[in-house]
């Protein structure tokens, strides 16, 4: 008995070591060959972006860096303001010129395309074709923000540059996260517009500092390829599938509230300066994946923020223009909207946002869509 249980052993031992090896081999081969992380890489500047005391993060101005996924390849250059925008802008506005301020996350700052594919810079294109030299598009998404950091960033970015209208892009991951903005945020943040305040911690990091093991998110990517798990993964997580089921659980209702209340000071800021406030709502791709899903659960609502935060931006005067239903138009199944493991969209979902945006935000800006119509653009110095 004995001898046998130490051969059983022996042999358990062998088989350990050889299963270790092989994932250790096929580690190796995936860290040198197929790396399965987001990696950075500088092409200018020693870092990409930084924390922000108020804000939360900004980008280091000029910084131009490489990042490299899984699933995409782009590069990102940042301008002497702090953002991702190439468009050239003489120091006063010239007259006849409308200025939109756009504000939102990294589905605005463009995160998984490269520039010319974001949807800021697609709609710029076609709004040049349509109304040249009357259009100054002004991109400010900012990665990992929400409507608390995006209502700082207006308040700093609205009076300098001197805009005439502001669209936000809001996502219903931004509901997650937001918490109240309180006064000693706004008093923390008087050094105004631009002037960023104390930079403590790098955020985005070279490859070698932020170690991933590489086989576990290959089977993550494998994973969820498939629709009914995604959806469900997605669904059995509290934090995120709380967040969709009707009626809404005490937490999930606590942050609509307080979004509520940041849309409308957004709302209430915008008023004072005399220009119109307008959100474009950009859905996740878990919400299109169960639209589409044949079979669904009555108690998960994929259009829940549309319908109770459009119903509240109405009744504050503010546009409110949902895309998630243009998007489900353009899910023929042949070419893919959201980068499946990332979740940011793909070129082709940015042209859906683009044209969207083209389409529905700004007939509301002309107020009436008459294309031959000029923006009404305000004076200067206001």
């Given at each position: 008995m004995v001898p046998r249980l130490i051969r059983w052993a022996?042999?358990?031992?062998?088989?350990?070591?050889?299963?270790?090896?092989?994932?250790?081999?096929?580690?190796?081969?995936?860290?040198?060959?197929?790396?399965?992380?987001?990696?950075?890489?500088?092409?200018?500047?020693?870092?990409?972006?930084?924390?922000?005391?108020?804000?939360?993060?900004?980008?280091?101005?000029?910084?131009?860096?490489?990042?490299?996924?899984?699933?995409?390849?782009?590069?990102?250059?940042?301008?002497?303001?702090?953002?991702?925008?190439?468009?050239?802008?003489?120091?006063?506005?010239?007259?006849?010129?409308?200025?939109?301020?756009?504000?939102?996350?990294?589905?605005?700052?463009?995160?998984?395309?490269?520039?010319?594919?974001?949807?800021?810079?697609?709609?710029?294109r076609e709004l040049d074709r349509l109304y040249p030299g009357q259009l100054d598009l002004i991109k400010a998404g900012v990665q990992g923000t929400d409507t608390r950091s995006q209502l700082i960033l207006l308040r700093r970015l609205a009076r300098q540059l001197d805009v005439d209208a502001v669209v936000l892009g809001f996502l219903i991951n931004d509901v997650y996260t937001n918490v109240p903005l309180e006064a000693r945020d706004l008093e923390a943040d008087a050094g105004g517009a631009l002037s960023w305040d104390t930079v403590r911690t790098t955020v985005f990091r070279r490859a070698d500092e932020t170690p991933t093991f590489h086989l576990l998110t290959l089977a993550r990517r494998l994973v969820t390829s498939f629709d009914p798990?995604?959806?469900?993964?997605?669904?059995?997580?509290?934090?995120?599938?709380?967040?969709?089921?009707?009626?809404?659980?005490?937490?999930?209702?606590?942050?609509?509230?307080?979004?509520e209340d940041l849309l409308g000071q957004m709302a209430t800021f915008c008023d004072s300066l005399g220009v119109p406030l307008l959100v474009l709502s950009i859905p996740q791709q878990f919400q299109l994946l169960y639209l589409q899903r044949p079979a669904r659960d009555s108690t998960i609502d994929v259009h829940l923020y549309d319908r109770r935060l459009g119903a509240f931006a109405s009744r504050r005067g503010v546009a409110w223009v949902e895309t998630l239903d243009a998007f489900a138009r353009a899910d023929t199944g042949g070419v893919e909207l959201f980068y499946r493991l990332d979740g940011h969209l793909t070129p082709t979902g940015n042209a859906v946002v683009a044209g969207r945006f083209v389409e529905q935000v700004v007939p509301n800006l002309l107020g009436g869509g008459n294309p031959g119509r000029a923006f009404p653009a305000r004076a200067a110095g206001r």
């Open positions: 022996r042999d358990a031992a062998i088989a350990l070591a050889v299963s270790l090896a092989l994932v250790l081999l096929l580690e190796g081969f995936l860290r040198l060959f197929a790396p399965q992380s987001l990696t950075g890489t500088s092409v200018r500047g020693e870092h990409f972006s930084a924390d922000d005391s108020v804000l939360g993060l900004r980008y280091v101005p000029r910084a131009v860096w490489r990042f490299r996924s899984p699933e995409y390849r782009v590069e990102y250059a940042i301008n002497a303001d702090g953002f991702r925008d190439a468009r050239q802008r003489p120091a006063h506005k010239p007259p006849g010129v409308t200025r939109v301020l756009l504000l939102g996350d990294s589905f605005t700052f463009g995160q998984g395309v490269n520039y010319e594919d974001a949807w800021p810079v697609v709609a710029e798990v995604y959806i469900g993964l997605y669904m059995s997580v509290p934090a995120r599938g709380d967040f969709l089921r009707t009626p809404l659980p005490p937490l999930p209702e606590e942050k609509l509230q307080i979004t």
